[in-house]
């Protein structure tokens, strides 16, 4: 790797980092203020559902629009409407006028500003380094990103001691300095997205999606099985009902997660995943689900972190190997629309996914919930297998990528 993009690299990593501390500190101070406010699952589920709606509208102009102007300054952008967002928050916590309709008010400015986010970020990494070292450096990725999510949310936790002003604050100075990390990043000279704008370009990674059934198994098998089965947004309710801690409590289990994550990817830097990926991918799945109905039963804080850090070991062979084949396949003047798209996937899994936990919650309970959850992961881990063979019997990462003509029908 040459000098140059070894600086961006580094460059990409701290803002990286920072932008995920804050998105963690957020969720964290999010989570336990709107619990405070309305000891409700139903409004804890439309935090992660108004967040989602403006992902979802956005997909295909924000998929257009980091493939054809300059993704750092996309990425950029993104963080910074975060850290407004994040000001905003920090005032109306101080000034006392930040009820539940002011936050889920703020929450759709986060939304928009994840719809950039995501697919910008994604899109950066492939041009920072050489393909071979791909796999490598998502890995290194998702370490970085693993560490953000152990600091930001115990971070958060211990600061809400001083009130939620504080910990917004901190977490809008977080989301600030990365965008200027973000704009720092010196990537080389690509070539843009040229063709007109017709419908043909606008949804071309929708097409490339549905035509590839590796990438198309991989990004919905990680959708629905997060989507039913995810827990992590019903935390402030096992932290307060059940496990009987305060927001430091939350902190910490919202930090387990990353902790064994991080392992994880300790592990897998030092051994990468070369064969049987596909079975590796559907695997972890499967843990996961497993993992998500033994932490129902735990009714002990330190029995909850270690099992959450199980969670969070299975999630990451997941996330990376999925991350690494959408990468692998995809040509670069796609990433930004399949990474759109594929931000969309995530955003329908974490936020929509919060909003179905929500209504569960109400409806069993957080133990119902996460048992229910747990069970939907484990068939839906098995019925993709029948639908997606092709990505179960997927040995290696690398194969020559697809052919695609951008601006074709669909």
Not at 12 to 22: D, P
Not at 339 to 344: E, F, K, L, M
Request: net charge positive; aromatic share 8%; with cysteine.
């Amino acid at each position: 790797m040459s000098t140059q993009l070894a600086a961006a690299m580094r460059h990409y990593l701290v803002a990286r980092f920072l932008g995920v501390m804050g998105n963690n500190i957020i969720a964290v101070a999010l989570g336990w203020q709107m619990y405070e406010l309305t000891s409700s699952g139903w409004y804890l589920g439309l935090v992660g559902l108004v967040q989602f709606v403006p992902a979802l509208l956005l997909t295909v102009p924000a998929g257009l629009l980091v493939d054809s102007a300059d993704r750092r300054v996309v990425f950029a952008i993104s963080l910074a409407l975060q850290g407004v967002a994040s000001a905003m928050l920090a005032w109306g916590s101080h000034a006392g006028w930040a009820g539940p309709g002011a936050i889920l008010l703020v929450c759709v400015l986060i939304g928009v500003a994840r719809s950039l986010q995501l697919p910008a970020q994604q899109a950066l990494i492939p041009a920072l380094v050489p393909a071979s070292g791909l796999p490598q450096a998502l890995a290194l990725n998702a370490s970085v990103n693993k560490l953000a999510m152990i600091s930001g949310p115990a971070l958060g936790g211990f600061l809400y001691a001083g009130g939620a002003a504080l910990v917004y604050g901190v977490c809008a100075v977080a989301f600030l300095l990365s965008a200027v990390m973000a704009m720092l990043i010196a990537t080389p000279a690509v070539v843009r997205m040229r063709e007109r704008v017709t419908l043909g370009a606008m949804f071309a990674g929708i097409g490339f999606i549905r035509k590839n059934p590796v990438i198309l198994g991989a990004m919905s098998l990680d959708m629905f099985a997060t989507l039913l089965g995810g827990g992590m947004p019903l935390l402030p309710m096992f932290a307060k009902d059940i496990l009987h801690t305060g927001a430091w409590g939350l902190g910490l289990l919202r930090a387990a997660p990353a902790i064994g994550g991080l392992l994880m990817t300790a592990l897998m830097t030092r051994w990468p995943l070369e064969h049987k990926i596909g079975q590796r991918m559907y695997g972890a799945v499967f843990a996961y689900g497993l993992i998500s109905i033994a932490f129902a039963f735990c009714t002990n804080l330190l029995a909850s972190l270690l099992v959450l850090a199980l969670l969070g070991a299975a999630d990451v062979v997941s996330t990376v190997l999925r991350h690494s084949v959408v990468q692998i396949e995809t040509d670069d003047g796609l990433r930004g629309r399949v990474g759109a798209v594929h931000a969309t996937s995530i955003a329908a899994s974490n936020q929509l996914g919060q909003f179905r936990a929500g209504v569960a919650a109400e409806w069993l309970g957080p133990v119902g919930a996460l048992l229910a959850g747990g069970v939907a992961t484990l068939l839906i881990a098995a019925w993709w297998t029948r639908l997606f063979p092709d990505l179960l019997h997927r040995d290696r990462l690398f194969r020559p990528t697809i052919p695609v003509h951008i601006g074709a029908k669909q």
